[in-house]
């Protein structure tokens, strides 16, 4: 039922940015003591139905990162400030998503929204990402949570997120798709939690919680990260 998940998305998100308020002032005040600029960055991703949104973090990365190199981020980029790698460490730049949530334009739980240029090279089986809004977590995001560090090995991050991250990714979300529901949705947050705390427990719960669900062994068997990832084709391909 869409009018509960939205429900649901807002009263989380009103409780959440009210718990949050102190630290994300403290943390808004740190970066702008930095140098002396917005705290928040703001980017155009693509939401539910292919539309354009403006979604907002806590900037993690020098003005105008955007200008200087590519989307892709990796834990060794010079863009990332001292603070921002803090902030990026312990996901704390995505608080502010909580507002995207408030006003409608993503969810609590659901597939992460891509850049444009991004999403104009999805394939068919991709595209139906874009059937519901974005959201804050999901699968991926505990999978992947390590996504920076995966690609500081690389010396072009966004070919290494195109050919080892997005593959899996994106099956990921559409494997949610298939499956959503409320109880998913809470189960999916509460591991979000348990990743910041411990990734090796949140990984395990989610390998069982895919197999409970009847995935694919090769979807199980990259949600437990033991193996190094492989260049793989899209979902489609």
């Known amino acids: 039922m869409p009018w509960l998940k939205r429900l649901f998305d807002l009263v989380i998100a009103l409780v959440l940015l009210t718990l949050f308020s102190p630290l994300i002032v403290l943390l808004a005040t740190l970066i702008f003591l930095h140098d002396f600029s917005s705290p928040l960055y703001v980017a155009t991703r693509i939401g539910k139905g292919g539309t354009p949104f403006k979604m907002v973090k806590l ?28 902030v990026r460490a312990l996901k704390l730049d995505e608080i502010m998503q909580f507002w995207n949530v408030l006003v409608g334009d993503m969810s609590i739980v659901g597939p992460r929204p891509n850049v444009p240029d991004g999403v104009a090279v999805y394939t068919n089986e991709e595209m139906r990402l874009l059937s519901v809004r974005p959201g804050v977590t999901d699968f991926a995001s505990i999978v992947f949570a390590d996504e920076g560090a995966i690609l500081s090995a690389y010396d072009d991050p966004d070919e290494a997120y ?30 979000t939690a348990v990743a910041v705390v411990s ?27 033991e193996q190094p990832l492989q260049v793989t084709p899209p979902p489609g391909i």
């Open 59 to 86: 900037r993690s990365m020098v003005i105008d990162a955007e200008d200087k190199g590519g989307s892709s981020t990796s834990t060794r980029d010079s863009r990332i400030t001292p603070v921002g790698r803090y």
């Open 162 to 191: 195109d050919q080892l991250i997005r593959p899996w990714k994106n099956r990921l979300a559409l494997f949610y798709l298939d499956h959503q529901s409320t109880m998913l949705d809470l189960r999916l947050m509460f591991l």
């Open 199 to 225: 990734r090796p427990t949140a990984l395990a719960a989610i390998a069982r919680e895919l197999r409970n669900l009847g995935a694919p062994a090769s979807l199980v068997e990259i949600a437990r990260r």
